[in-house]
């Protein structure tokens, strides 16, 4: 069980138990295998020259680095649980490196492969110089949604998982869409967007929620506060979501978001960085990315667990069963 081998942590008032998953070291996103006890993900590890894509189960064992040259971003797991998919600029060394960080200077050539768990069968999707990443699953395994930038304007694409069948979902003028994930559904999108005009005005930019069926059709925006609502992640409930609001004046928290209803649940309640949420197939974990073991000296991010069995978001019995 999770709960016996990942490191309990003293967690603030208010929150639900809180695990440090031990032996990563500093790290970006990461996301739950089908098993919901292993998860893929950016890490920066002793030896390495940058990020790059790892898998490690949840109690911190079972390290596995699955590519070992360019700069890596964002990876996932197939529903199979036999394959992953990753963005990496392996291929295109020669070009600028850019920063994952700074959408005015994404990474261009930072292209979208598959592999095997251990990282053989690598196969490249996308074969251009643009920057390729942001990318997920549907939970059906029929699509791969990305998010591709062409002369500093992004949009969400998806593809098959053998890179055919590309195809541009939005087409939003004066918004920046992306980190975008799949609904239950494999049909609904999430994903959070920025205006252009608030590019570079501000710290954190101010970002909205919204949907959007797969074939762009039906969009919605979710929050229009004014603020930064980031990282929207689906509950397998096909209900609930797990997003990112900056609280002021300067306080990244997650939240439960409701697609049927306005309630708002606060999840975190730490003075330093909470983000990159994921929810556990089975419902019974948020995995999270904070600095709130960090000190002065060593401010890095890492992963944790949180508890969230008691708030009922777990998979819901398809219609017709008990």
Known sequence: MVTS??????????ELPVRRIPNIGPSAEFYFAPDSQTIIGNAKRDGDDGYHVYTVRVDG????????????????????????????????????????SDPKNYPQGAEIYTSKLDGSGVKRLTKNTLYEAEVSV???????????QNNGKMELWRMRPNGSGQRQITHLDGWQPGGAQYMP?????LFRAWKQEDEGKRSPMPMELFAIDHDGKNLKQLTNTGGTNWAPYPAPDGRHFAFVKVLPPRNFEIFLGDLQSDRQIRL???????????????????????????????????????????????????????
Not at 6 to 12: D, H, K, S, T, Y
């Open 268 to 322: 975190t309640y730490s003075d330093a960085f909470d983000g990159f949420p994921a929810i556990s197939p089975d419902g019974h974990w948020l995995l999270f990315t904070s600095s709130r073991d960090s000190t002065p000296e060593n401010r890095g991010l890492t992963q944790y667990l949180m508890d969230i069995s008691s708030l009922d978001v777990g998979p819901r019995p398809a219609r017709g069963t008990q």
């Open 5 to 14: 081998l990942a490191r309990e942590q003293a967690a603030p008032a208010g």
């Open 61 to 100: 064992t079972e390290i596995r680095r699955i590519n070992d040259h360019g700069a890596d971003a964002c990876s996932f797991f197939f529903p199979d649980g036999k394959r992953i998919v990753w963005t990496s600029t392996r291929d295109n060394l020669e070009l600028p490196k850019g920063n994952y």
């Open 185 to 189: 559904d494999s049909r609904t999108i």
């Open 138 to 148: 549907s939970a059906d395994g029929k699509w791969i949604l990305f998010g591709r």
